[in-house]
């Protein structure tokens, strides 16, 4: 039955809706790229380096995140990353992956827009041509840093907006509420860009509330928080509004002790939008199949659950619309 799970899993067409390419770097590229570009690592291998991914909370992982990132110099560098992962995803049964990247991280080392953004489109395109998957951008304010520095960044951005689909909000959250990030949020909708934002990870319903009311947030990257507040999970039910759910990051990161407690199933089950996603894949211990297997063994969910998640997922992205129905279809013909 278990080998029957895994298959059914892997083959059933699905969306990845949210992962951090930053998050997809593993240890082993991790080791490649510090030495290619000469760059001193705390670690002497890539075992010191996995048990060094034990996190009491968000801001523990943070702190590792960041430092890992800085072997990323060149424009190969983070084509390699990108490969790397729609390689996998694409193994998972991922045909389109919405992917977030975080610029700040890396122009405050100096790299440039041109940087980055040639390399992911070049290993972007390259998978399509070679795996058929497709994929997009995100592009996320940190919101440690200010709101001025989060509009500077969208206005660095101004030369790649045909490469994003939308923006985002991440890092540290307690403390850094949506509503200080109003005024890129806003740009970004003037110049045509979709909208979601993290809230409700470890910080209260009232950051989801602000993330639709005050950023015009159209998903909710993890969401967990929302079943502390019946009136807006009702609303959020109600409008369809998709749930970016990550559930062993959610466990990683101590939100939930064990995967048996996450809510994700009770959500699903009171009409949420509920899609399940790999957050940051090389720290958590797995990609999206795994995050899927976890929560069919944990919540027992049906085949029914499992493949109503999948379309939720695809319905939930920025597609346009013949692609988006074509992927319907593609799960249609898999699930009868
Ligand atoms: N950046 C990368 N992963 C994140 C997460 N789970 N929450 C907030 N910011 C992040
Ligand atoms: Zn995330």
Redesign the pocket.
């Known amino acids: 039955m278990r080998m029957d799970l895994d298959a059914f899993i892997r083959d059933l067409p699905k969306a990845e809706l949210h992962v951090?390419i930053?998050?997809t770097l593993e240890p082993e590229l991790l080791f490649q790229l510090a030495e290619r570009n000469q760059v001193a690592l705390p670690y002497s291998s890539v075992d010191e380096v996995r048990a060094a991914y034990e996190f009491t909370n968000?801001q523990s992982?943070?702190d590792i995140?960041y430092q890992g990132a800085a072997v990323l110099i060149t424009e190969q560098d983070f084509a390699d990353l990108m490969a790397a992962y729609l390689e996998r995803a694409s193994a998972d049964g991922v045909r389109h992956a919405e992917i977030f990247f975080?610029p700040q991280t890396h122009t405050e080392r100096g790299i440039g827009f041109s940087v980055f953004m040639d390399g992911f489109a070049r290993a972007q395109r390259e998978a399509e041509e070679r795996l058929g998957i497709t994929s997009s951008l995100i592009l996320c304010f940190l919101r440690h840093l200010s709101s001025e520095e989060a509009v500077e960044t969208l206005e660095a951005a101004r030369p790649y907006l045909d490469h994003l689909v939308g923006v985002g909000l991440?890092?540290s959250?307690v403390g850094n509420p949506p509503e200080r990030f109003a005024e890129a949020f806003e740009l970004a909708g003037d110049l045509g860009l979709h909208r979601v934002a993290?809230a409700g990870?470890e910080g209260p319903p009232a950051y989801i509330r602000g993330a639709l009311d005050v950023l015009g947030a159209e998903r909710i990257d993890?969401g967990v928080r929302l079943e502390d507040d019946d009136d807006l999970l009702a609303r959020v039910a109600k409008a369809g509004v998709p749930l970016t759910m990550?559930p062993l990051?959610n466990v990683k990161?101590r939100v939930f002790d064990v995967m048996g407690d996450h809510n994700l199933k009770r959500l699903l089950d009171r009409g949420v939008k509920v899609t399940v996603n790999s957050?940051?894949p090389a720290y958590f211990g797995g990609y999206i199949g795994d995050n899927y297997l976890a929560v069919a063994e944990a919540l027992d969910l049906s085949l029914g659950d499992i493949a109503q998640i999948a379309r939720n997922s695809i319905e939930a992205t920025f597609l346009p619309n013949g692609r988006r129905e074509s992927l319907l279809a593609e799960l249609d013909q898999f699930v009868v």
């Open positions: 951090h930053e998050g968000l992982f943070l995140y975080d991440d890092s959250e993290h990870e993890h990550c990051s990161l957050d940051d």
